[in-house]
């Protein structure tokens, strides 16, 4: 059964903050995302990595960056929080058939 | 730029009411297209899959959905609803050979009553 786990289910951040939110998977996947849900907007994708130390750009990246130093993890980083990047943050990695695999994401509020 | 609409942002039914939601896309190319659900609590997870072949495809549930090329749609049914379907339903779309970047739609909030 595929497991991904992310490091916090909520947390509160101030305004300028740097932030680190954490995603690992254990089934050896080599695509991993990262995603934001907002209400009315659905999902849109942030970063996506398909390997190690490799990674592109979603449709929303500005403000953000990521670090994949090793195949299960995969970390997104907000370097100066701002209200508006207050959102819940969804993680997933991909199986060889292309369905993606989502964590219980991490609601994120920044004051 | 490519996208995908939900046009029913929310839908009330009655248990046993027949579902049909909505999901239209605008890619130029081949598609691969999914359905994904999100129940109370849960973490959204993958209902159904269409990358080619048979345009009706069965899912998880009892959930169907037909691919109609000409009209740029995907559109989900189930006969005969019940109520725990009430959950959020995305629709996604991703360009083949791309496919791990999907593009997803807003979403439809599904309410069953019972």
């Known amino acids: 059964d595929v497991k991904v786990t992310q490091s916090s289910r909520y947390l509160v951040k101030r305004t300028g903050e740097k932030v680190f939110l954490e995603c690992v998977q254990d089934?050896?996947?080599?695509?991993m995302f990262w995603y934001r849900q907002d209400p009315g907007l659905g999902l849109r994708l942030i970063y996506f990595?398909?390997?190690?130390?490799?990674?592109e750009k979603g449709d929303i990246p500005e403000g953000y960056s990521v670090s994949r130093e090793k195949k299960e993890r995969f970390s997104l980083i907000l370097e100066s929080a701002s209200t508006n990047q207050t959102s819940m943050y969804l993680c997933a990695s991909e199986a060889d058939s292309y369905e993606q695999y989502f964590g219980p994401g991490t609601r994120l509020t920044v004051t | 730029a490519q996208s995908v609409s939900q046009h029913n942002h929310h839908v009330i039914l009655s248990e046993a009411a027949s579902l049909e939601l909505g999901c239209n896309y605008s890619y130029g190319g081949t598609v691969n297209l999914f359905w994904y659900v999100q129940y109370p609590g849960q973490h959204l997870q993958l209902l159904l899959k269409?990358?080619?072949?048979?345009?009706l495809v069965k899912g998880i549930k009892g959930f169907e959905a037909e691919f109609i090329k000409s009209k740029f749609s995907f559109n989900l049914r189930k006969p005969s609803v019940q109520w725990s379907d009430t959950a959020e339903y995305f629709c996604a779309v991703t360009l083949t050979g791309t496919a791990s970047k999907l593009t997803f739609g807003t979403g439809t909030r599904l309410q069953v009553t019972l």
């Open positions: 089934m050896d996947h080599e695509n």
């Open positions: 269409y990358f080619s072949g048979d345009p």
């Open positions: 990595s398909y390997d190690v130390k490799m990674k």
